[in-house]
């Protein structure tokens, strides 16, 4: 497999050249970059991530695994503290630490883009090819019963005792054994992410990889060949040891949102939506103390869903939400408990007692990516009133799920701990403000920055993903949606992956 390691003296590459550059190798990057390698186009794939394979590097150690396959070290946030931004920083990008759920993008948002937003090859009908080879991609298929961990089973009785609807998810995982550590890298290469399908398919189609390599900026990008500036890194990938020039006759930008938004705002490219219409889909996470032994971080993470209160509207794009059960790695879980000393030690050692799930609530695009004094992103963000209306129902429900599956008591992670023990004691939840900073929020769905839209004044990027105004710049990552996809992203980018890729590989000429 020919992956090039910039951090080491031999992978140190010169200047170099290629038909496609293809700047970061998650959901979107790789398969892009496998569709167009295997359409017989000159692929480069660039990564700012290491490659991580195998129990030798991907370790299961919460501290050195956030250092090495989280952007910023899982220590991303919006400015004013209250949102965990959480995306990969690895080669296969996010799909190598994320939770491994595969939910396609609902039909009535599909609708939604394709009516409202004037976005005409978004129909359903359209979609549906690209959908299949992104599910065909993840090896999609239902999680068994007896792959649901007693986590997720309390969940599910608690929402049948209520009379709540839900179903089991489908996942990306072939061979799992339930080492339950999916957020930290699988050490079993259990999961059929961008690594281990888009990305060997692509080299073996010829795509040349570099990885340790972080592009900063674009030049030229209005001549025939455009030039990417890359730093290499050390093998930590924290510090840049030289530097060397791409050429391109096209580039494709798929470093995620906030990476893509970066590298454009760099090289002063894109309009003045650059960077707007960000959605996080916020998600609050719901604690309960049960009284037996639960141990939620033995088993897959996440399996059941409750879904009976998901609204996919096509007319407003949005609605309703969706509680999934969840469990993390002791460092994960100790970085939501909020009492500080002797309590927050007694909290940590009650772990195994724990069970706990997050609602999703799909987002409106309010965010904005922006840079710090010092050019590093800089997210804002503020929650809408009617964001808050639905997150509060949300928190409700998952509680009365915990108590009607017998948790002792239920809690939120805020400032002061909101802690409910009774149904009666829910209405506590209406107090929940949601103030900057008084609650943690994780983002694992960051979409927008660079939308794309029917029209130059609504959105980045036209619909063939190429910037308006700059030809032969494109984008291909989340940052393409125009509106949340009120769900998760994974199925949704690799589908956009196949969509543009097959559109590219038909239509750009060949060089
Ligand atoms: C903890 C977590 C759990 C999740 N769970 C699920 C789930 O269960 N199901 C689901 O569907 N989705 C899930 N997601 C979301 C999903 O994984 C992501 O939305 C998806 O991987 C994003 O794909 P992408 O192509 O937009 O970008 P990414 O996968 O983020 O890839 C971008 C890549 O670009 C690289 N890059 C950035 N800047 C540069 C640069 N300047 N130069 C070179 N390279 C650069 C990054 O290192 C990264 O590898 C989860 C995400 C997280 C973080
Ligand atoms: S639960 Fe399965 S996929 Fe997740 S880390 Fe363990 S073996 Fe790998």
Not at 189 to 206: H, L, Y
Not at 309 to 335: A, M, V
Request: net charge neutral; charged share 15%.
């Amino acid at each position: 497999m020919t992956i090039t390691d910039c951090s080491q003296s031999s992978g140190q590459p010169d200047d170099m050249r290629c038909e496609v550059a293809i700047v970061g190798s998650g959901c979107g990057g790789a398969t892009v970059a496998r569709v167009l390698a295997e359409a017989g186009r000159d692929v480069l794939l660039i990564e700012e991530g290491g490659d991580f394979v195998g129990p030798q590097r991907l370790t299961q150690r919460d501290l050195s695994m956030y250092d090495q396959l989280y952007a910023d070290r899982g220590a991303r946030t919006t400015a004013d503290r209250t949102i965990s931004v959480l995306s990969g920083r690895v080669l296969g990008g996010g799909g190598v630490i994320n939770a491994c759920d595969v939910v396609p993008v609902h039909e009535a948002i599909w609708r939604y883009w394709h009516t409202i937003h004037g976005l005409q090859q978004w129909s359903p009908q359209a979609m549906a090819p690209f959908v299949a080879r992104a599910l065909q991609d993840l090896s999609a298929t239902a999680i068994t019963q007896d792959q649901v961990n007693r986590n997720n089973q309390i969940l599910r009785q608690g929402a049948q005792a209520m009379g709540y609807t839900g179903e089991l998810m489908h996942h990306n995982r072939q061979g799992c054994v339930g080492l339950g550590t999916c957020l930290i890298g699988c050490p079993l290469g259990a999961k059929r992410n961008p690594r281990m399908v888009a990305i060997p398919k692509a080299i073996t189609a010829g795509a040349r990889v570099l990885v340790r390599a972080k592009v900063v900026q674009i030049s030229a990008a209005d001549r025939p060949d455009k030039t990417l500036l890359v730093r290499a890194l050390d093998p930590k990938g924290y510090h840049e040891t030289s530097t060397f020039r791409v050429q391109a006759k096209r580039i494709v930008l798929a470093a995620g949102p906030v990476g893509t938004t970066t590298i454009l705002a760099a090289s002063g490219l894109g309009n003045d939506r650059l960077g707007r219409g960000l959605s996080l889909q916020p998600q609050v996470a719901v604690v309960a103390q049960m009284p037996d032994i639960v141990n939620a971080f033995d088993g897959i993470p996440q399996s059941f869903a409750l879904t009976q209160f998901e609204r996919n509207d096509e007319k407003t794009g949005l609605g309703g939400y969706r509680i999934e059960s969840i469990f993390g790695t002791p460092g994960i879980l100790g970085s939501l408990v909020v009492q500080p000393g002797i309590e927050g030690k007694a909290a940590m050692a009650a772990l195994p007692y724990v069970a706990a799930c997050l609602v999703l609530v799909p987002d409106e695009p309010v965010g904005q990516i922006g840079q710090t004094w010092s050019g590093r992103p800089r997210i804002d963000y503020t929650l809408s009133e009617e964001w808050k209306t639905r997150a509060r129902a949300a928190v409700k429900t998952a509680m009365r799920c915990f108590l009607a599956a017998g948790a002792r008591q239920v809690m939120v992670a805020s400032a002061p701990p909101l802690v409910v023990h009774s149904e009666k004691e829910l209405a506590q939840v209406d107090g929940l403000s949601f103030a900057p900073a008084s609650i943690g929020l994780i983002s694992a769905h960051q979409q927008g920055g660079t939308p794309i839209s029917a029209r130059p004044d609504a959105g980045v990027c036209d619909p063939d993903g190429q910037l308006w105004g700059t030809p032969g710049v494109y984008v291909c990552d989340g940052g393409l949606f125009p509106t949340s996809s009120s769900t998760h992203t994974m199925a949704p980018i690799l589908t956009l992956g196949h969509f543009l890729g097959a559109k590219w590989a038909a239509t750009w000429g060949k060089t």
